[in-house]
């Protein structure tokens, strides 16, 4: 049974020879491990723990956003950030007087802009063995949260749920757009598609269910089709 054919037995509820295998950490872990172990690369290291996945990898942010000379680099919706110390400067995109036609006038990166060539390589080099998986990581609600401020974004859901919802869409439109030219790219050959979003704690979601229920959950569902389609 290759990592492959594992892997998707147990997607399908089958049975396996052994439970699949997946590795991820931050990259210091994995350089360490790499040290102590005694590889060569990535690669080597997952060869060693019999990792049955890979992961296709890819930056849907565009190339204008840096980093810059400091290291800080800024979202496809400016809002800037170090990838050591987080977000670090909240914009000012969003003002106490933003209407849904302020919001809808915005900027919106250029899809096209984003180099979808190293996909399909990426694919190629797993297959038939591993199973593969990923797509744009599409995480729009940390997405808006960073662009209105998160205390903010919490609010307004109940202030001003016009301006919230259009500000979504406006985040989950470019995405969406990113993520279908990264599917196509893949030309059928990313078996699992993959994103994140952290909506809550350990103890429980950050807003109500019924606000999940209306700012999240149609947004979600968009994706989904997508990658079914």
Not at 24 to 42: C, F, M, N, P, Y
Not at 122 to 143: D, I, L, M, N, S
Request: aromatic share 14%.
């Amino acid at each position: 049974m290759t990592s492959r054919e594992r892997v998707l037995a147990a997607v399908e509820h089958g049975k396996t020879d052994r439970a699949p295998a997946d590795y991820q950490a931050h990259k210091e872990v994995t350089d360490k491990l790499i040290a102590r172990l005694g590889l060569k690369d990535d690669e080597a290291l997952l060869r060693f723990f019999h990792v049955d996945m890979r992961r296709i990898g890819f930056n849907y942010y565009p190339p204008e956003t840096g980093p810059d000379a400091d290291g800080a680099k800024r979202t496809p919706w400016g809002v800037p950030f170090n990838p050591a110390k987080g977000i670090t400067d909240p914009t000012t995109y969003f003002m106490e007087e933003m209407t849904v036609a302020d919001v809808e006038a915005l900027p919106r990166p250029d899809p096209a802009k984003l180099d979808y060539s190293t996909i399909l390589p990426q694919c190629r080099k797993c297959h038939p063995e591993y199973a593969t998986y990923g797509a744009p990581w599409c995480p729009f609600f940390h997405e808006v949260g960073w662009m209105i401020g998160q205390e903010k974004f919490y609010v307004w859901m109940h202030t001003k749920p016009d301006v919230v919802e259009a500000a979504i869409r406006h985040v989950v439109d470019y995405e969406l757009d990113v993520t279908r030219r990264f599917l196509e790219a893949c030309r059928g050959e990313l078996d699992i598609y993959y994103i994140g979003n952290d909506f809550g704690t350990q103890r429980g979601l950050f807003i109500s269910p019924e606000c999940w229920e209306r700012f999240i959950r149609p947004s979600l569902r968009k994706y989904f089709a997508l990658a079914r389609d």
